[in-house]
């Protein structure tokens, strides 16, 4: 797979790989050590945030920090987006 990877990268300027839920299965820890950057992407209401804390430590643990979390079933309040970074 890292192989793959590394070519793919040779070949496109980005390169997406959509995993199952990181706690779910090993596919997405494994995965995530190849990879450049890690986005996780969460359900609102559904998530809960002891699980998406847990998520984030085994990233730390394997010094990979995430690139930014995208939050599905999320409503817009008010006039405006909201947008953070760290």
Do not use: W
């Not at 596919?27 to 190849?34: G, K, Q, S, T, W």
């Amino acid at each position: 797979m890292e192989t793959l990877i590394e070519e793919l990268a040779t070949q496109y300027d980005v390169v997406l790989l959509d995993s199952p839920a990181f706690m779910s299965v090993a596919d997405a820890a494994v995965l995530a050590p190849m990879v450049d950057k890690v986005v996780l992407v969460v359900r609102r209401n559904l998530v809960r945030q002891d699980a998406l804390r847990e998520t984030c430590q085994h990233l730390e643990d394997m010094h990979i920090k995430p690139m930014g979390i995208v939050v599905n079933d999320a409503e817009q309040s008010g006039s405006y987006y909201y947008y953070h970074r760290r």
